[in-house]
Nanobody
Framework: QVQLVESGGGLVQPGGSLRLSCAAS????????MGWYRQAPGEERELVAT???????NYADSVKGRFTISRDNAKNTVYLQMNSLKPEDTAVYYC?????????????????WGKGTLVTVSS
């Protein structure tokens, strides 16, 4: 059973920083794209940043220059370094990954989501 577990959320003042982590575990053969999404209260889930298996990145315009996504393929982990945080960054942040794994003796490629970690930016 593949799982994605996020950590690192919390309360931070405007202008502060947080680093989110997301570790994938289970019978994993390979991980393709990984990414972070967020959902603010009353809003739809939106893309924050993605990273390919070879390190190519993509960011939402709202976080460019402030957030940095990275990954450690040896640890099956993706990170999101968030700097210069603003109140509008407040949301539940979700990790996403495209993972090829063994399921009942067969290889399957599936999209997995973590349960989310809350980031609150407030003074």
């Amino acid at each position: 059973q593949v799982q994605l577990v996020e950590s690192g959320g919390g309360l931070v003042q405007p202008g502060g920083s947080l680093r989110l982590s997301c570790a994938a575990s289970g019978s994993i053969l390979s991980i393709n794209d990984m990414g972070w999404y967020r959902q603010a209260p009353g809003e739809e889930r939106e893309l924050v940043a993605t990273i390919t298996s070879v390190g190519s990145t993509n960011y939402a315009d709202s976080v460019k220059g402030r957030f940095t996504i990275s990954r450690d393929n040896a640890k099956n982990t993706v990170y999101l370094q968030m700097n210069s945080l603003k109140p509008e960054d407040t949301a539940v942040y979700y990790c996403n990954a495209g993972i090829v794994s063994w399921v009942l003796g067969n290889l399957r490629g599936m999209d997995y989501w973590g349960k989310g970690t809350l980031v609150t930016v407030s003074s």
